[in-house]
């Protein structure tokens, strides 16, 4: 096979793995050292059950180590480098392992040494808006920006299928102030999403919870923020929007909401 038919291939498997949505970790040797069937700028598709979709990096003593990396990385969202090497003075290699690198030694006649950088990948993000609001119009404009994946409902009496990604980070905002507010959250819990947030005031929500509790939405109660996003003394709509993504983007990167809350 030709490079540009490896490379065509390469391409391939990301626009498909892309399209489905799926998480996979893309390796990439950057230094080789003595005797390496793999050379630098080689990379390898790897997905998140540890198997190489595409390119190669060398041996089973290679590919082992780095499959296993790359599923590391995956679970923890973090990049790593893999240091190979058959160097036999360094009795415990797992004593300079850490977050970012990965030491392991190398078994193979040739006796090379290689590093290999793996990165994780994940589906973009998803951002759910339920209503056709000011609010919920300019939510969109700021997830748009910053890449995510946009879902607007707007009609709840014809609702369809949402066409959701399996495996990408799901944020819901009912955006609906006041126009089938509980048919939203009933669709919204619905979703297994990472963030629910609610744009409603305390007392309005007090009032919902009657109703869903009513209806046998009690232990589902708990998946959902109100009152919504930080408290920036936001006024007009765009503002609101930009206090509520700011909160989604707070979870997006450190896991938890530390902001103070209404």
């Known amino acids: 096979m030709m490079d ?16 489905k949505g799926s998480s996979f970790a893309i390796a990439t040797v950057i230094r080789t050292m003595s005797s390496t069937a ?3 700028g080689m990379k390898a598709i790897i997905s998140d059950k540890g198997k190489i979709l595409s390119g190669w990096l060398g041996g089973g003593c290679v590919t082992k180590a780095v499959c296993n990396t790359a599923i590391e ?21 797992k004593e300079l392992d850490n977050e970012q690198i990965f030491h392991k030694k190398n078994y ?24 056709n609001t000011p609010i919920a119009n300019e939510l969109i404009k700021f997830a748009e920006k910053f890449s995510f994946n946009c879902v607007q409902i707007k009609n709840f009496e014809k609702i369809v299928k949402l066409n959701l990604k399996q495996n990408s980070e799901k944020y819901i905002i009912i955006a609906t102030q006041g126009n089938y507010d509980l048919s939203a959250i009933k669709e919204a819990i619905k ?19 009657k109703t869903l509790i009513k209806d046998g939405f ?45």
């Open 4 to 19: 540009n038919d490896k490379n065509q291939d390469f391409e391939k498997v990301l626009d498909l793995l892309e399209k």
């Open 73 to 93: 990385t995956l679970n923890h969202k973090k990049p790593k480098l893999v240091v190979l090497s058959p160097d036999d003075l360094k009795k415990d290699l």
């Open 218 to 262: 009690k232990e589902n109660i708990r998946q959902i923020t109100c009152p919504t996003g930080i408290f920036i003394s936001a006024i007009m709509p765009e503002e609101v929007a930009l206090s509520i993504f700011a909160e989604i983007i707070e979870l997006k990167r450190s896991g938890e909401i530390k902001s103070n809350k209404y």
């Open 38 to 40: 793999a050379k630098p």
């Open 108 to 131: 193979c006649p040739s006796e090379g040494s290689m590093d290999v950088f793996v990165e994780p990948f994940y589906p973009k993000p998803e951002l759910i808006v339920f209503g």
């Open 191 to 209: 979703i297994k999403a990472n963030y629910t947030g609610l744009i409603a005031s305390k007392k309005k929500f007090e009032s919902l919870k």
